[in-house]
Every structure is written in C-alpha cells, then in structure tokens.
C-alpha cells in the first residue's frame, strides 16, 4: 500500500459534495479525468472515500491487471488434486 498527498483542492471537493461515489462510475471518472487530468484507469479505480462517504481521502486501485494472478488464492488447485 502507498499513501501520497492528494492534488490540492480533491479534499475540499469531496467534503463539500462537489463529487460523490453515489454516482456512476463513469461520472465519477470523466470529474477526475477533467478537473484534475486523471488517467481513465485510476479515475475509475477509486474505491472509496473516508473515512465517510465525505471524508477527505482517496482509496484507489492502482493494480495493473498483469499484477495480478489469474486465479484467487482460494480456488487455486493443489498438485495433489485435493
């Protein structure tokens, strides 16, 4: 996990309603991609805010898709076949 300091003026629009995760996703990245030059991947990769639905930090999946194993942990098959 990495933590960095949010573009100046991101806080203040979302503790004062200027975007909300209530819309849909694509509303929520055309803002960040247009007011703040987003890439479409990260403005659509935002997970929450908090530490309320107002709260004035960003959770964002920053996970390339060939980060990532095909199969969850949990349903990967054992050699065994058990």
């Known amino acids: ?20 995760l209530s819309w849909p996703k694509k509303q929520v990245g055309e803002f960040f991609q247009r007011k703040y030059d987003w890439d479409l991947l990260a403005a659509r990769s935002i997970w929450a805010f908090g530490p309320d639905d107002r709260g004035p930090n960003i959770l964002l999946d920053d996970t390339l898709p060939s980060e990532v194993r095909a199969a969850p942990a949990g349903s990967t098959r054992r050699a065994d076949g058990g």
């Open 1 to 20: 996990m990495i933590a960095e300091p949010l573009e100046k003026g991101i806080a203040e629009d979302i503790e004062s309603g200027l975007v909300s």
